[in-house]
């Protein structure tokens, strides 16, 4: 069965330090890997896609197929990241998110 | 218009009330999704259209009814709902279905804040 795993809820950190959050995925094909982040009251969106291997905002995440994980980094965090960041994994048509984790940066 | 659009925002209704949730989206994306997203989980999918047609319906009640009446617009019909069918209901879209070697990119709305009573 295809899952995607957050296994941290909350991950809080201060300014300026690294930040990396945790994504696990099992999937039988060549998977589909994104990173969706969703900031208080604004709509979900599109952080990150493993197929165009770009650095938005600062974050980065690589696909590694032997661990099948697909990490989101950062590694100087600033306040306005804080916010709920989903992984996500697109099989057929669907497209299927993690519990996600919510990422505090203090001052 | 680079965005999908949602109406109404909030919706409060009655258990033996019938309405509906409107998505539009003017990028001629050909897939669309309804979503479903309680506090503080992550959005489960509902349902699926692919060029206007029903592809996938993640056993969802029939009390949700889904209707794609062009390829710009997406509804949620709504009859006799339950309180635990209170949510956030997230509509998105992107550019192709899967298999065609296009990006598949997901376009969220806002959502409509439904609560029913």
């Known amino acids: 069965a295809q899952r995607v795993t957050q296994p941290e809820k909350l991950l809080s950190v201060f300014k300026g330090a690294p930040v990396e959050l945790k994504c696990n995925y099992s999937?039988?094909?060549?998977?589909?890997l994104f990173w969706y982040v969703q900031y208080s009251r604004q709509r979900l969106q599109l952080l990150l896609r493993?197929?165009s291997r770009e650095s938005i905002k600062g974050f980065t995440a690589d696909l590694n197929k032997g661990e099948t994980s697909f990490h989101l980094k950062k590694p100087f965090a600033q306040e306005e990241d804080s916010a709920m960041y989903y992984c996500?994994?697109?099989?057929?048509?669907?497209?299927?998110f993690g519990t996600g984790t919510r990422l505090q940066v203090f001052p | 218009d680079t965005e999908v659009t949602q109406t109404p925002k909030h919706l409060v209704m009655g258990m033996t009330n019938k309405k509906s949730l409107k998505c539009e989206q003017h990028?001629?994306?050909?897939?669309m999704y309804w979503y479903k997203q309680k506090a503080k989980k992550p959005p489960e999918l509902m349902f699926v259209?692919?060029?206007?047609?029903?592809?996938i319906n993640e056993s969802v009640p029939s009390r949700f009814s889904p209707e794609c009446p062009n390829s710009s617009l997406l509804n949620l019909h709504l009859h006799a709902l339950q309180p635990e069918d209170s949510a956030l209901y997230l509509c998105?879209?992107?550019?192709?279905?899967?298999?065609?070697?296009?990006?598949?990119?997901?376009?969220f709305g806002q959502g409509t804040r439904l609560t029913v009573v």
């Open positions: 998105a879209s992107s550019p192709e279905p899967y298999g065609t070697g296009v990006s598949r990119r997901a376009f």
């Open positions: 999937y039988s094909g060549s998977p589909e």
């Open positions: 493993h197929i």
């Open positions: 996500a994994l697109m099989n057929t048509d669907k497209l299927i």
């Open positions: 990028m001629g994306h050909r897939a």
């Open positions: 259209y692919s060029y206007e047609k029903l592809s």
